[in-house]
């Protein structure tokens, strides 16, 4: 009886142990193990880490680009390359500079985009914005001229009298024409910097990048006339207002680039920029570019500017090859830029 009461004791106590041990052992319930009430959760599940939602780069809008085939072999891997190889007409030639000769084969592609995309009824214009794209617009409905008003005199830079005066007589029915320069002189900067970069460039000093500053001041007074004039183009044609701000980009970092090189530097072309910056007559344009255009060439710092322009060197020119109308026979005299 003991002996059966000591027995009965010890199995009880072999019981208990394993039943702690295998209590002790259990693993904690996963949370979808865990009874439920009514779908919710009693025991509170882990505290769930705050979603982190990647930060997205704001969508840039592009304009519709078309493609523009290679016509022939030209140099790789440079800006110069790339537009003489996409003329399908015979390239301008070297003998004003390869910068002249892509400012004006630049013209001749953006000829060939204007004919190849006529469209009945309406007008067009086309430009050649590299690596072998190209725009097409529609043309607004306003004169060149009316883009003018919007260019206070001290935006007015020296090529005001050349294609806002001269070459208004035969490009008055174009508007875009404003652009089709403008393309052309930022096609030639692109090619200037890029050939400084690559050892290619010749021939000294040039005022190689000052049309992406002076041109980029006339479209965005061509965009105030479109918006005042031809209102429901402006609104609904979102095609000029995507080229414009995508290309105005590019004009500024040419110009960046560009205006701190000593082949290009030069106190007159950033004297411009900082009466854009910085000069009340220009605040109705520095309003527009902020709200229409969003705010590109606005986010430069005019310290900056003033600080890379006491170094200059001022060449003293009387023409300029570009456009065939002024040559670029440059007698450099060297002294101190007057900001
Ligand atoms: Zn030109």
Not at 208 to 218: E, L, N
Not at 293 to 302: C, M, R
């Amino acid at each position: 009886m003991r002996r059966s009461l000591i027995l009965v004791v010890a199995v009880m106590f072999i019981l208990n142990i394993t039943a702690i041990f295998f209590v002790g052992h259990r693993k904690a319930p996963t949370p979808s193990q865990q009874p439920t009430i009514g779908g919710m959760s009693r025991i509170p599940p882990e505290k769930e880490k705050p979603k982190v939602e990647p930060v997205k780069p704001p969508q840039r809008a592009l304009p519709d680009f078309v493609q523009i085939q290679k016509h022939r072999q030209s140099e790789e891997g440079t800006v110069y390359g790339d537009i003489i190889s996409h003329s399908k007409g015979k390239p301008f030639g070297d003998q004003g500079g390869r910068g002249t000769n892509a400012h004006e084969t630049t013209h001749g592609i953006n000829s060939e985009i204007r004919n190849a995309h006529t469209n009945q009824g309406k007008k067009i214009n086309g430009f050649y914005v590299l690596e072998g794209r190209g725009v097409v617009l529609e043309e607004p409905k306003i004169k060149m001229e009316h883009a003018k008003k919007f260019v206070p005199k001290n935006l007015q830079s020296y090529r005001w009298d050349l294609y806002l005066v001269k070459q208004l007589r035969d490009w008055n029915d174009t508007p875009t024409y404003i652009c089709d320069e403008w393309v052309a002189y930022i096609n030639g900067g692109a090619c200037d910097v890029d050939d400084v970069k690559k050892g290619k460039h010749k021939g000294g000093w040039t005022d190689g990048v000052s049309g992406c500053c002076d041109f980029t001041i006339y479209t965005i007074a061509l965009c105030m006339a479109t918006k005042e004039l031809d209102p429901d183009y402006w609104k609904n044609y979102k095609q000029f207002r995507n080229f414009v701000v995508w290309e105005m980009r590019f004009a500024q970092k040419i110009f960046l680039e560009g205006r701190v090189m000593k082949e290009f530097k030069w106190d007159k072309q950033d004297k411009l920029l900082l009466e854009f910056l910085e000069s009340p007559e220009a605040e109705a344009m520095r309003k527009f570019v902020r709200e229409e255009l969003d705010g590109v060439w606005l986010d430069i710092n005019p310290a900056d500017i003033k600080k890379t322009s006491f170094m200059l060197l001022v060449p003293e020119y009387t023409e300029s090859r570009i456009d065939r109308e002024i040559v670029l026979g440059l007698n450099i005299t060297h002294h101190r830029a007057r900001l």
